[in-house]
């Protein structure tokens, strides 16, 4: 079994940055793609970046020039930095991670953006 944990969401204005990580440990002998979603209250969850075994990301059109996603192979965690943040990146954050051929999510982690 694979355990995902999320850190580094809180409350910062506009304009503000936050850095989310996510850490994940167990039993692991392989990652693949890891990556970002979100969801908004009474919004459905969405892609805000993902990141590829050989470090290709990706970026939804909302977030880019904004959010850079990285990895860290060796700790097997991946962060989220997020900058110019505005009060519409309002949302919970999960991390979701491809470990052993099988899908896992974190338990979210709450950014709020607001003055």
């Known amino acids: 079994q694979v355990q995902l944990v999320e850190s580094g969401g809180g409350l910062v204005q506009p304009g503000g940055s936050l850095r989310l990580s996510c850490a994940a440990s167990?039993?692991?002998?392989?990652?693949?793609?890891m990556g970002w979603y979100r969801q908004a209250l009474g919004e459905r969850r969405e892609l805000v970046a993902t990141?590829?075994?050989?470090?290709?990301?990706s970026y939804a059109d909302s977030v880019k020039g904004r959010f850079t996603i990285s990895r860290d192979n060796a700790k097997n965690t991946v962060y989220l930095q997020m900058n110019s943040l505005k009060p519409e990146d309002t949302a919970v954050y999960y991390c979701?991670?491809?470990?052993?051929?099988?899908?896992?999510w974190g338990q979210g982690t709450q950014v709020t953006v607001s003055s």
């Open positions: 979701r991670v491809t470990a052993n051929t099988r899908l896992y």
């Open positions: 167990g039993n692991i002998f392989s990652i693949n793609a």
């Open positions: 990141i590829t075994d050989g470090d290709r990301p």
